[in-house]
């Protein structure tokens, strides 16, 4: 069964560090998305990305994030400059068409700011 | 803002025996409902939803139901096996953009 995938699974990194989280959507997929959840509290939406332009994105998605999706199957998430509280799982989903709402889900990326 | 509801947050049941979590939703736009099963290392994972012009949905075991004039929304699951044991998320969207306004989640625990 076609999954979404991410990588790394864990990233640990030091504060004002740039990092990038990497996603395979499913290969038929158009619609893609990043959402994340702080420990103990809901998972919450960042941006959603189609057509390679941002859909919508949320308060919490400001300057310091941006997404590419720099070939036919990779789709990536850049906090620029890391502060303690990006600390979170990130979890990327993607569908297949946005009238479906269907949203399949990766594992999630365990990313940890000292 | 939009917010989404859930309760309770812990539920714990022996096999065989029913399961009911809830959800209330703030914006009245909302016109679909998602839940989601998460197991431990692993994404939430689509098991059933409905949209705003049906009142109930059953896929075998797992039944959710809908109720528009309220705001809420509730996932039932019966004859719970341990395999069930899972944390719960329901969601919903008003947008039509994929953004999911998730609720805060339901550890269910099914005893042997």
């Known amino acids: 069964e076609p999954e979404v995938t991410q990588t790394p699974s864990h990233q640990v990194t030091q504060m004002g560090q740039e990092v990038i989280l990497r996603c395979v959507p499913i290969?038929?997929?158009?619609?893609f998305y990043w959402y994340r959840q702080i420990l103990g509290q809901k998972v919450e939406f960042l941006v959603s990305?189609?057509?390679?332009?941002?859909?919508?994105k949320s308060e919490i998605f400001d300057d310091q994030f941006s997404v590419e999706r720099p070939d036919g199957s990779n789709f990536t998430l850049k906090i620029r400059s890391t502060k303690l509280e990006d600390s979170a799982m990130y979890f990327c989903a993607s569908s297949p068409n946005i009238a479906d709402e269907k949203l399949f889900f990766g594992s999630g990326t365990q990313l940890s700011v000292l | 803002g939009e917010n989404v509801e859930q309760h309770p947050s812990t539920l714990s049941v022996q096999e065989g025996d029913s399961a009911v979590i809830k959800c209330t939703y703030s914006?009245?736009?909302?016109?679909?409902f998602p839940w989601y099963k998460q197991e431990l290392g692993k994404g939430p994972q689509l098991i059933i939803d409905i949209r705003s012009n049906v009142g109930e949905k059953k896929d075998q075991r797992i039944a959710v139901t809908l109720n528009k004039t309220a705001k809420h929304f509730s996932l039932h699951i019966t004859e719970t096996q341990p395999e069930d044991s899972a944390v719960y998320f329901c969601?919903?969207?008003?947008?039509?953009?994929?953004?999911?306004?998730f609720g805060q989640g339901t550890t269910l625990q099914v005893k042997p």
């Open positions: 290969s038929n997929h158009l619609y």
């Open positions: 914006d009245s736009a909302s016109n679909y």
């Open positions: 990305f189609y057509n390679n332009e941002i859909s919508e």
């Open positions: 969601a919903a969207s008003s947008s039509n953009t994929g953004k999911l306004i």
